[in-house]
């Protein structure tokens, strides 16, 4: 069977080039008579690994020397925890964004460790928006605030890096990192379920200020204390090591033959802007989500009529363009264009949309 165009939120799609050398190397990897998947997370063979995805990742990224980058695991969701475990530790009180679902799920989480402050909410219009704060809407005595900067279930991506003044800020970055260049010395901490951009699901990358380490809740897990992953390389325990290889592969393919973020970021917003304009012009289809809070990486959108809706996922389906259900939680369409999605998918989908409107 071809290989269908993949419109998956997560698990995602992976470059093909990526696939095909992990398939390459599945058997014997460098000559070392095993797959990856077997062999010890402590042999020289897998150090280099990991250590090259580290470097890579900090080269792609540009990621400052005082930032340490772990890779764990528990999802991005653990995440909602292990930021109030370990952040949460001076005045016991933060600041949160609440601009979709994950962004609730980190509030909530947080609530169980102390004192959550929601600054701003788009709750009032079905989070179809991303609000506009200022350093002076957050307590300076927030330990840190949280927002969630691409919003994978509405479509929305904050335009902007909030300015929190010295409140470190925390970012769930699980749907856009490495879509684009991002300062990250603008950040505390950037934590991604690996699952959209990064890898297969399984991995989930830290990058965390130095300075915010070290402070963990008395009682906390040890799995669930940065310092015990910084201190140790991620190597505490046994790292999720084939995602990981993965991840390097991906980078790899970013700087090389994509030639890093910018390019990157190039790519990705010729393929949204192809997709967007098309929705735009449509008498059918209609962008959930208006103006500059629209995501390069989840693209939101309706027919109107729940049944049309249905009718042009199944075709779409039949014609090979699966995954485009919306979430379970809003309906509709919902095309995520990760990285990997090649330019030619999008400019097929369109193709198929206008058939599809012209033939309904
Ligand atoms: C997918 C996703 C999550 C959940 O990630 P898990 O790895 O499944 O825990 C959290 N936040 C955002 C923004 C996501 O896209």
Known sequence: MARVYNFSAGPSILPETVLAKAASEMLDYNGSGQSV??????????EEIINDCQSLLRKAMNIPDNYKVLFLQGGASS?????????????????????GQFAKKAKQEAEKFGEVRVVASSADKQFTYIPEVTASDFDKDADYVHICFNNTIFGTKYP??????????????????????????????IYAGAQKNMAPAGLTVVI???????????????????????????????????????????LEWIL???????????????????????LDGSKMFRATIQGKNRSMMNVTFVTGDADLDK??????????????KGHRSVGGMRASIYNAMPVEGIEKLVDFMKAFEANN
């Open 256 to 278: 090389n033959d994509i030639g890093g973020l910018e390019k990157m970021k190039e790519r990705n917003e010729k393929k949204a802007k192809m997709l967007y304009d098309y």
């Open 311 to 324: 009718k042009f996922c199944k075709e779409a389906a039949a014609a090979g363009f699966v995954n485009l």
């Open 79 to 99: 995440q909602f925890a292990m930021v109030p475990l370990n952040l949460m530790n001076k005045n016991r009180k933060a600041d949160y964004l609440v601009t």
């Open 37 to 46: 998947m077997e062999m010890s997370h402590r042999s020289p063979v897998y």
């Open 160 to 189: 902007y890096i909030p300015e929190t003044g010295a409140i470190p800020l925390v970012a769930d970055m699980s749907s856009c990192i490495l879509s684009e260049p991002f300062d990250v010395s603008k950040f505390g901490l």
């Open 208 to 250: 965390v200020r130095e300075d915010l380490i070290g402070n963990v809740r008395e009682g906390a897990p040890t799995m669930f204390d940065y310092k015990v992953h910084a201190d140790n390389d991620s190597m505490y325990n046994t790292p999720p090591c084939y995602s990981i290889y993965m991840c390097k592969l991906v």
